[in-house]
C-alpha cells in the first residue's frame, strides 16, 4: 500500500514536472519587444527581435526581454555658462533605442542603469562653450524679415538681439556627434537630440527682464515721437490746404462780386442812357439815397452854395421863396 502510494506520488511529482517543463520551453516574443536567452547567466543563442513563439531549454535558459521601440530621455535642466558669460538653464531630451539586446544587456543588465548613464553623457555634452544667441536661435534672420520684424527695430536701437554665427541646430547637432558613438558601444542607436527649454538664471531674470523692458520702451517712445511728428506734418499740411482753399474761396468771391459789379453797373448804364435826362435822373437817386445817410437829427452839415448837395433842394424851392431869401 504505500509503495503504490510512492508511486503514485512519484507519478504526480513527474507528470507535473512535465507540464512545468513544457509550459518554460517556449516563450512569447510580444509586438514591441526584442528578446534573447541566457543559460547560467550567460548570452546563449540569437536575438529575437519579430514578434512571435519561440522554444528553449525549461528550467536552464531563461528568456529575457527588452523594449524594441523609441525610447525616451529626459535630461534635467542645468546651469551652464555660456561663451558670453550668461547663466542659462538648459534642458535637453532625446529619443534612443536599443538595438543589440545582447550587447545592451552585458553593459546594463537593464534599462534603468542605461537611463542612469545616459544623464551623464547627454548632460555633459550639452555644456558647449558657445555664445548665448547660438543656442537660443536656429535660423539666420533674412533682409525682408528684417523689414517687416519689429525685432528689427530693437536691434537698430541698440538690442543685444544680434546674429548668430553657429546655431542651435548645429549644437544639437554637435552633442549628438558626441553621444552617438557611446551608446553604439553599449548596443544602443541615438536618434536625435534636443535642446527642450533654455531660460535665464531666476537671479538675473529680473535684470535681463528690466532690460528688454527699457528697449521696448525705448522703441515705443521712438514709435511715439515718429507718430507724434507725422501727426504734426499732417496737420501743418491741412492747416496750409484750408488757408488755401479759403484763399481761392475768397479770390473766386470777389471776381464774382467784380463780375456781378460790372454787370450791375452795365445794366445801369443801359437803363440810363435810354434818354438824355437818364444821366441827370441817375444822379438825383443817388442823391436821394445819399441824404438820409447825411442829414441826420443829430448832425450839423455846412455846404458851399454850389455844393451839388444842395443843388437840387435850391431847386425844389418855389421861386417866390427863393427870391425872398
Known amino acids: 500500500m504505500k509503495l503504490k502510494q510512492v508511486l503514485l506520488g512519484l507519478v504526480v511529482v513527474g507528470v507535473v514536472l512535465v507540464l512545468f517543463g513544457f509550459y518554460d520551453c517556449a516563450y512569447v516574443v510580444e509586438e514591441g519587444q526584442q528578446a534573447f536567452l541566457t543559460q547560467m547567466g550567460s548570452p ?3 536575438e529575437r527581435t519579430q514578434a512571435g513563439c519561440y522554444w528553449k531549454l525549461p528550467f536552464i535558459q531563461s528568456a529575457n526581454f527588452f523594449d524594441n521601440r523609441i525610447l525616451a530621455w529626459d535630461g534635467n535642466a542645468n546651469l551652464v555658462s555660456t561663451k558670453d558669460k550668461r547663466m542659462i538653464y538648459v534642458a535637453p531630451f532625446a529619443r534612443w533605442r536599443i538595438v543589440h539586446p545582447i550587447q545592451f544587456f552585458q553593459k546594463f543588465r537593464d534599462e534603468r542603469n542605461a537611463l542612469s548613464r545616459l544623464d551623464d553623457i547627454l548632460d555633459g555634452a550639452t555644456k558647449t562653450n558657445h555664445d548665448l544667441a547660438d543656442i537660443v536661435r536656429s535660423n539666420q534672420r533674412t533682409t525682408e524679415e528684417d523689414t517687416n520684424n519689429v525685432s528689427a527695430i530693437a536691434t537698430q536701437e541698440g538690442s543685444r538681439l544680434v546674429d548668430f554665427t553657429y546655431g542651435r541646430e548645429k549644437i544639437e547637432k554637435e552633442v549628438f556627434s558626441l553621444a552617438a558613438p557611446t551608446l553604439k558601444d553599449w548596443g544602443c542607436e ?3 537630440v534636443r535642446l527642450q527649454r533654455v531660460k535665464y538664471e531666476p537671479a538675473n531674470l529680473s535684470k535681463i527682464t528690466a532690460r528688454m523692458a527699457a528697449e521696448r520702451i525705448s522703441v515705443a517712445e521712438k514709435y511715439r515721437s515718429e507718430g507724434l511728428g507725422e501727426a504734426n506734418r499732417i496737420s501743418g499740411e491741412k492747416e496750409k490746404e484750408q488757408k488755401r482753399l479759403i484763399s481761392e474761396a475768397n479770390l473766386t468771391s470777389l471776381e464774382i462780386r467784380g463780375k456781378a459789379d460790372a454787370d450791375a453797373a452795365k445794366i445801369y448804364a443801359d437803363a440810363y442812357n435810354q434818354s438824355k435826362d437818364a444821366p441827370e435822373f441817375y444822379q438825383f437817386m443817388t ?19 454850389d455844393s451839388d448837395l444842395l443843388r437840387y433842394l435850391k431847386q425844389s424851392q418855389p421861386a417866390a421863396a427863393a427870391a425872398g431869401h
Open 287 to 305: 442823391l436821394l439815397d445819399l441824404y438820409p445817410k447825411l442829414l441826420t437829427s443829430n448832425d450839423t452839415l455846412i455846404l458851399t452854395t
Open 190 to 192: 541615438l536618434l536625435d
Open 44 to 46: 546563449v543563442g540569437p
